[in-house]
């Protein structure tokens, strides 16, 4: 297989993994405000993600150093061009690490209700911007011939875009609700975790279909018959997971939405491939693996890096999740 | 404010911030892994609860390092696009080893670490503190391969229009990145060891918890010695590998606009960049000459022939950085490490003499001494960076050159006001929950763990 198609699998691979892991952290940060009654129900749901998120967000940082790498020019064009929202997501992530670190060191319910209002904005912009930033990517932005973004924000901003990113948060909301029903004791705060998942559920769900139709008439998505099957499977996983959940398997609705978050991400990706980033001004502008790469020596030394580490890392952090397998208690938080 | 002057902004303020936590993060952590590693094998709860206590404040600096790192790595397509275009095949590579190697571990390790005190068994426990301090000087290197390219560009070709790389190993073992390397991580050390002296000092002089911080202020002056004379040393080295790779950069911080042959070391120069000389200066003649050759009668290249050496070499245009604030930075830098060797050496000296907590005046100096290494950091940023100018990657590019020709200059100071607004009320955040922290003192374990109030035990749920 030739490197930059590997790389491009690999980038895949990393935002599949980022989009998996992290996508029910930010749930869990989105549901906080709404599911946390008391500072104990609170801590309870952070802790459930505590040991974790950070590991969680390296898959992002990861990624974003394996663009850079890999393909630099992607990497140059898709973070000037979308520059504000990126900031946004920066901010929302700077605020939303310091507000875990921050929240439970001072006991006064300002202090922490602030704190917790930042890990719900640091939560809520990213899973809403990386929709945006995805349905932007296939559905084109004005890029031109020498492979610079001439549009603005507000040229990001389309029917298509903002109801990607409304997709992502709902769905998200729902894979964070899902893990909340595995990793909070049995009682109560489980009950209502499962009672918010049938909720967002249905609005995900609509949301999301709204998505693969708009995908349907706006990009050429369906044109790749691997990319369809691969969005069709997606939402099918969805409903199972939906199915799964009201039938209080939860194990099982965690497992298919989880698939259903990974086929999603692949779709996305497999109906960009070759291109990396599509422009609307003209096809032959896009960016691609093969103009926006870089050199056959560097991805070598890359794809052999990656190829040793990625297992040995899917290795430790799958034995995190282990070490913390248990459901989380309210006695958990005082040793 | 010019695109390109607002961008260099961006980058000075959101790299001098970050760099505000990560020294201490490199250095601490290995404190910490010592401390636990004595808990460990003498069974010694008192130093559990140290190692708990220092991990507490180490938690809320890892966590501001680990933020600000993100903006970091998503800068330089922001704000240098034709930079990342241009020099990604090479500046790319040591990112993703850095994300790949070190910030996997770093953060699954340390999730483990803060939650798995009584998950895990004793002896991996400590194990996993290890990996963190392993880990986090392990980004550093990548990072700091990935500086000293732009220093010193090594293992390149100029091909279809960028730098290619075309030998990774000349990248790593590029000479640059040893000095750079053990300087940054002597200072580190030196950082920490401040921390810890200066903390511990604050309770040595209220004379309480003496049996938690007098094991800890041994453990922290022994390790600012080291840091500081170490530190000292390899920053000396690389000046004189300066000298060699970045005769400019060095002419700079020195303020030598003429070349010598036996150069003059300035202690303190009225300089006039206009004019391109110094209208006074106080030096010690040949210093310079013997710092940089061993010998008082080596030639050390000037300012001003350097600038007629670069516009030969590279056309016409202005080779020559801020000699005002290089001068100042590197001297107060100088100073700083000075300051940091003398407090040390008189710390252990007091220490093995017994007479530590007699003499008052030298724990207050030690509890005063807290901000010295955070200057001695920034300074010594100012002076790699500010040195590197109008470089972006010296001999190759300019910074002008570099800037994303796409972002329009409200775009920036949106983003530049918000981060700086935000690291604000960051940094006011955690100092406040550090002195809190401070102020609690070490608490005192399951026993009284009832009596306490319900707000350290909400406190020990990440500790």
Sequence with gaps: MELNVLWFILITVLFVGFFFLEGFDYGVGILLPFLGKNDTERRMLIQTIGPVWDGNEVWMITAGGALFAAFPSAYATLFSGFYLALFLLLLGLIVRGAAFEFRSRDESPGWRSTWDGMIFIGSFLPALLWGVAVTNLIQGVPINDKMQYVGTFFDLLSLYTVVGGLAFLLVFTFHGSLFLTLKVEKGNLMERARKIALAVGVAAAVVFLGLVGLTYTNTGLFRNSGAAVSLLAAVLAFVFAYCFVYGRRFGLAFVLNSLSVALTTAAFFWGLFPRLMVSSLNPEWSLTIYNAASTPYTLKIMTIAALILVPVILLYQGWTYWVFRKRVTAKDLEY | MTELLLARWQFGITTTYHFLFVPLTLGL??????????????????????????????????????????????????????????????????????????????????????????????????????????????????????????????????????????????????????????????????????????????????????????????????????????????????????????????????????????????????????????????????????????????????????????????????????????????????LTGGWLVLLAALGVLLLLTGRLESQRWFLWAALWTLPVPYIANSTGWFVTEIGRQPWIVYGLQRVEQAVSPGVPAPSIWISLIGFTLVYGVLALSAVYLGRKIILQGPDIGHGREQQQSKATKEAALWS
Aim: proline share 4%.
């Design chain 2, 29 to 334: 952590s290995i404190l910490l892994a010592i401390m636990e590693t004595i808990y460990v094998r003498t069974g010694n709860q008192r130093y559990k609860k140290m190692t708990q206590f220092w991990g507490k404040l180490f938690l809320i600096n890892f966590a501001l390092g680990v933020v600000t790192g993100i903006v970091q790595e998503f800068h330089f397509g922001m704000n240098w696009s034709e930079y990342s275009r241009f020099m990604g095949d090479i500046f790319g590579a040591p990112l993703a080893m850095e994300a790949l190697t070190a910030f996997f571990l770093e953060s699954t390790f340390l999730g483990l670490w803060i939650f798995g005190w009584e998950r895990l068994p004793k002896r991996l426990h400590a194990a996993t503190i290890w990996i963190v301090a392993l880990a986090s000087n392990l980004s550093a290197f990548w990072i700091l391969v990935a500086n000293s390219f732009m220093q010193s560009p090594v293992g390149y070709v100029l091909r279809n229009g960028r730098a290619e790389m075309i030998d990774f190993t000349a990248l790593v073992t590029n000479p640059y990145v040893a000095f750079q390397y053990s300087h940054t991580f002597f200072s580190a050390l030196t950082t920490a060891g401040v921390f810890v002296t200066a903390i511990s000092a604050y309770y040595l002089l209220k004379e309480s918890y003496r049996e938690y911080f007098l094991p800890s202020f041994r453990l922290g002056v022994v390790c600012m010695l080291l840091g500081a004379v170490l530190a000292g040393g390899t920053g000396h080295l690389q000046a004189q590998n300066i000298a060699k790779v970045q005769p400019m950069k060095l002419a700079a911080v020195e303020a030598l606009w003429e070349t010598d042959s036996s150069a003059p070391l300035a202690l303190y120069a009225s300089i006039d960049e206009e004019k391109r000389l110094n209208s006074s200066e106080i030096s010690i003649p040949g210093a310079l000459s013997f710092m940089v050759h061993n010998s008082f009668t080596g030639e050390v290249k000037g300012i001003n022939n350097l600038q007629a050496e670069y516009t030969a070499e590279f056309g016409p245009g202005n080779y020559i950085p801020q000699v005002t604030p290089l001068f100042w930075s590197f001297h107060i830098m100088f």
